[in-house]
């Protein structure tokens, strides 16, 4: 009995820290995979797979609403105070009209590879965290049809903690999105899938996602190409439910810190113009900034001309019918 009373309290203890609740479509009852999870101050989470993701007042005291958003749907405002254990999101029609379904013919094409800028510097990398989406953007060079089949991510997997074990584990979850050209900016979400991928301290210095069964062909204006951190994976490759920031006490208070990921992501100064841009996606107006001088005078990538994420793309351009 006296072994059994730890374990009960340990129980306990777990569901008052932490309740689970997922984001179902209203229509069809499905979970909704990956939804946003914002708290309206520039932090938030995200469900898993299964839709399910944990909340409790013990762990975000401060937080009284969440927004709830997903692609295809309309977001959702909810009180804390009265969460539903099922959260129900209404389609958006006007969304879901753009879903486009394509049936590839086979046709000769040839490839070509857009090479990526691979260095080992933990200096020269962006720590990334939950909170922020990093497109980098790449031209339409061809008249022909032009399909990614591949999109090769410059990573460090090594830690960031010189004094820690070199052959540190983890697993790290990341959303690969595609936008359009607006004005040289990210535009309009692209209506392809959501490319869920992740990462571990095996991996390459110069990863390789396929993404060929995506069907993800480049405008004439070009495409932004986006990745961001969902969260540490479980063993079973499952989003882990963890406070993605901790709180730090200064003078002004008490801050809150997002929590850093590996890999780290190396930017470079090889690359001439402006093609790197970033923004907060708990945020309510999500603008996307370009990496420049104007998005920070005291950022050491930006300071030192590193202001560019050296993605690279396998190409498959399609011979004419």
């Not at 839709?51 to 009284?64: A, E, H, M």
């Not at 040839?110 to 953007?137: G, M």
């Amino acid at each position: 009995m006296k072994k059994l009373f730890p374990l009960l309290l340990l129980f306990l203890a777990k569901i008052v820290c932490a309740q689970t609740y997922t984001v179902l479509d209203s229509v069809q009852k499905s979970p909704i995979s990956y939804a946003t999870i914002s708290f309206g101050n520039g932090n938030g989470t995200f469900a898993d797979a299964d839709g399910n993701f944990s909340f409790s007042k013990k762990w975000y005291p401060d937080i009284d609403s969440l927004y709830i958003s997903a692609l295809g749907h309309r977001e959702l405002a909810l009180s804390t105070k009265s969460l539903p254990k099922q959260i129900l999101l209404i389609q958006d029609v006007a969304e879901l009209k753009e879903v486009i379904i394509t049936a590839e013919k086979k046709r000769k094409f040839k490839t070509r590879k857009l090479p990526s800028e691979v260095h080992n510097d933990y200096f020269r990398c962006w720590l990334p965290t939950v909170e922020s989406e990093i497109a980098v953007f790449f031209p339409k060079s061809s008249e022909k049809p032009t399909k990614i089949a591949s999109v090769y991510l410059p990573v460090k997997v090594e830690s960031s903690n010189r004094n820690a074990t070199k052959g540190q584990s983890f697993s790290t979850l990341f959303k690969m999105q595609f936008y359009g050209n607006d004005k040289g900016y990210p535009g309009k979400r692209l209506p392809y899938e959501d490319v869920i991928f992740s990462v571990t301290n095996k991996d390459k210095s110069n990863f390789e996602l396929n993404v060929s069964e995506y069907k993800v062909y480049i405008p004439k204006e070009g495409v932004f190409v986006s990745i961001q951190v969902m969260g540490y994976a479980d063993k079973d490759g499952k989003l882990q439910q963890t406070k993605k920031y901790h709180e730090v006490e200064t003078r002004k208070g008490i801050v809150k810190v997002s929590t850093t990921f590996r890999p780290l992501l190396p930017f470079t100064n090889k690359i001439s113009n402006y093609r790197t841009f970033t923004r907060r996606i708990f945020y309510k107006n999500r603008t996307w900034q370009r990496f420049d001088r104007e998005y920070s005078q005291n950022n050491n990538l930006i300071k030192n001309n590193h202001t560019n994420y050296g993605m690279g793309l396998k190409l498959h351009v399609f011979e004419e019918e």
